[in-house]
């Protein structure tokens, strides 16, 4: 039986957030909106799973194919990054360096995410479109000064991203990323948010990105440089989580730019990030309008 899977969508221009059942999603803010505008409200309260039995036994309001997904945390307060946190991605580097001794990140804007099966944006600005598949850590509980010991109870669902990254624009400046991190619309999150059910949910499971049909990216979340519970502990040490904030956690080896020639993302590619008791994140890829 699949775990329980709440989305936020469109359906002619307006946005609501339903459950995932088979053959489509039933519309819960229709039921919930007043006291849940949206999904960010509903994991401040704890109330993921609550909605979703609300929806057991309902048929779909809205098929699939009438709906445009969304990424699943409308407006977030933040959007941190991890980078270089699979033991072979610090050896792709080639610097002859040892793991790290603290975690690369970064924080990225919500414009430069879509939802699933809505199409990445190659910018006019480059043609070095890559992928990045990552297991994501939705926050519940708000914090600061978390201890390793506890961080995994702020953790309300989790989800997938594709953290899609413009390579030259990624070492324009001498020791920032930022810029190639935030194109609009060059990564994507979701499907959905699947409520956080304890650490075996996501402590080792298998994560990987297909491109084409192609697999380019497999590894296990147990191989972490640094673990769910240090990252929560870590980032809550200089910034207050509160619930709705997205953590992606890293990504493996294999991204586009480390092959040779590199393997960028071109207009009809199609790219999917898969991880165990979550789903599978879909999208395509077109180019900029002129």
């Known amino acids: 039986m699949a775990p329980p899977r709440l989305a936020t969508f469109s359906v002619n221009g307006s946005t609501k957030y339903g459950a995932v059942v088979d053959g489509g999603i039933v519309d819960l803010s229709a039921h919930f909106a007043k006291e849940y505008p949206t999904l960010r409200e509903v994991v401040a309260a704890g109330a993921l799973t609550k909605l979703a039995r609300h929806a057991e036994g ?66 006019r600005a480059s043609p070095q479109l890559d992928y990045e598949g990552e297991l994501v850590l939705i926050i519940g509980k708000a914090g600061r000064h978390i201890a390793e010991s506890t961080a995994l109870d702020h953790i309300a669902a989790v989800t997938l991203c594709n953290e899609g990254t413009i390579r030259d624009w990624v ?93 960028y993302l071109k207009p009809g590619d199609v790219i999917e990030v898969e991880a165990e008791n979550i789903g599978t994140l879909r999208n395509g890829v077109i180019d900029e309008a002129l």
């Not at 610097?95 to 924080?107: E, I, L, N, T």
């Not at 769910?228 to 502990?233: E, Q, S, T, V």
């Open 58 to 123: 309902r048929a779909p309001d809205h098929a699939f194919d009438a709906i445009t997904w969304l990424p699943p945390i409308p407006a977030p307060e933040k959007i941190i990054c991890i980078g270089v946190n699979y033991p072979d991605r610090n050896a792709e580097y080639k610097d002859g360096q040892d793991a790290p001794k603290y975690p690369s990140m970064f924080m990225r804007t919500p414009r430069s995410f879509v939802g699933h099966e809505t199409p990445l944006v190659r910018p």
């Open 171 to 263: 070492r324009h400046a001498k020791f920032n990323v930022t810029q190639g991190k935030n194109f609009d619309s060059t990564g994507s999150l979701g499907p959905w948010l699947v409520p956080y059910t304890g650490e075996s949910q996501i402590s080792d499971i298998r994560l990987s990105t297909r491109v084409n049909g192609e697999t380019r990216q497999d590894d296990r979340t147990g191989r972490l440089i640094f673990g769910f519970r240090y990252l929560i502990n870590y980032i809550s040490t200089f910034t207050t989580l509160v619930p709705g904030d997205v953590i992606v956690t890293g990504t493996p080896t294999g991204a586009g730019a480390r092959f040779d020639p590199p393997r």
